[in-house]
């Protein structure tokens, strides 16, 4: 009976070949799982504006679940990423103030829903001056009928948001989805930075978005 005998080099190279092979299946099958998550359930988002502050900060980066607009409608107050109506290469996040069949009035600063003021405790207004409606729609809008199977959106820092305001009503269909958690922060305006990594925003991490 013949053995075919082997060098401890091409014992070595043949081990070391395998273990290559089977980082790169790894790192395909990773990138595989990777995307299936990102396309069907879960997306990273950084912000970059500070349109929705307070309740979300330049250099927040949060969580989008995609799953509970398969089920459901959604829901007033709800803060939701989806593509810009004018340039739908460009993701945005606002918050739903009017839902499909709503009537939507906005009286210095103050938002009417269905002719019902709104309580907007997360709303931030930096500016005390009121603009009139004929200057800029800003304080003082409509009302406008929000048509069916779409959104009318507006950012929590209210004197400093492009929303629906200034550009329209966003298809419901363009929903990424919402917005649910943030997974890091920090107060600088490069991820990759070492000053991102000295100025991490402790107390925000894992901070559920509301």
């Not at 829903?113 to 997360?122: A, I, Q, R």
């Not at 989805?177 to 943030?182: E, K, L, S, T, V």
């Given at each position: 009976?013949?053995?075919?005998?082997?060098?401890?080099?091409?014992?070595?190279?043949?081990?070391?070949?395998?273990?290559?092979?089977?980082w790169i299946k790894d790192i395909v099958i990773a990138l595989i799982i990777a995307?299936?998550?990102r396309a069907l359930f879960v997306q990273a988002f950084r912000i970059p504006s500070g349109s929705m502050i307070p309740t979300?900060?330049?250099?927040?980066?949060?969580?989008?679940?995609?799953?509970?607009?398969?089920?459901?409608?959604?829901?007033?107050?709800?803060?939701?990423?989806?593509?810009?109506?004018?340039?739908?290469?460009?993701?945005?996040?606002?918050?739903?103030?009017g839902l499909p069949g709503d009537v939507v009035k906005i009286v210095n600063k103050q938002v009417y829903?269905?002719?019902?003021?709104?309580?907007?405790?997360?709303v931030q207004h930096t500016d005390p001056n009121v603009v009139p409606a004929d200057v800029s729609p800003r304080?003082?809008?409509?009302?406008?009928?929000?048509?069916?199977?779409?959104?009318?959106?507006?950012?929590?820092?209210?004197?400093?948001?492009?929303?629906?305001?200034f550009w329209g009503f966003v298809p419901i269909?363009?929903?990424i989805?919402?917005?649910?958690?943030?997974y890091f922060s920090c107060d600088s305006k490069s991820f990759f930075s070492l000053q991102c990594l000295t100025h991490i925003r402790w107390r925000r991490i894992g901070k559920l978005i509301h």
């Open positions: 009976m013949l053995f075919s005998k082997k060098t401890e080099a091409e014992v070595a190279s043949k081990t070391a070949a395998d273990v290559v092979k089977d995307l299936i998550i979300l900060l330049i250099g927040d980066h949060i969580l989008v679940e995609k799953v509970t607009y398969r089920f459901r409608e959604p829901k007033r107050f709800e803060i939701i990423v989806f593509k810009f109506p004018l340039d739908r290469k460009v993701d945005y996040i606002k918050r739903i103030i829903v269905n002719g019902h003021k709104l309580n907007e405790p997360y304080d003082n809008y409509g009302p406008v009928k929000v048509p069916k199977g779409h959104l009318f959106v507006m950012g929590d820092n209210r004197d400093n948001s492009y929303d629906s305001r269909k363009d929903v989805g919402r917005a649910f958690i943030i």
